[in-house]
């Protein structure tokens, strides 16, 4: 059993910055990949990146070049840091974590929301 934490939404302007937090606790030997994800209203669930244990990441081309991804094993935490934000950024953006040789992701956080102002 693994439960997600996820912190450090808010409200920002276009061009600011963020840094998502995701605190994991229980079993978190058994995670391989952790992801963001985000979904808009109206829209659906979108990957917005991934990043693996030993520390493989993947972008989305949303995030491409603004937002990175990365990992401290020791604090089993995963952050997301988002920089030069756009309005259509705007979602709550959701922690998951995928269990080694899990073809899903088992566990998801509650969200935060950022919302990007123009």
């Known amino acids: 059993q693994v439960q997600l934490v996820e912190s450090g939404g808010g409200l920002v302007q276009a061009g600011g910055s963020l840094r998502l937090s995701c605190a994991a606790s229980?079993?978190?030997?058994?995670?391989?990949?952790m992801g963001w994800y985000r979904q808009a209203p109206g829209k659906l669930r979108e990957l917005v990146a991934y990043i693996t244990s030993d520390g493989s990441t993947n972008y989305a081309d949303s995030g491409q070049g603004r937002f990175t991804i990365s990992r401290d094993n020791a604090k089993n935490t995963v952050y997301l840091q988002m920089n030069s934000l756009k309005p259509e950024d705007t979602a709550v953006y959701y922690c998951?974590?995928?269990?080694?040789?899990?073809?899903?992701?088992?566990?998801w956080g509650q969200g935060t929301q950022v919302t990007v102002s123009s």
């Open positions: 229980g079993r978190t030997f058994t995670i391989n990949r």
């Open positions: 998951a974590a995928q269990e080694t040789g899990s073809s899903r992701y088992s566990y």
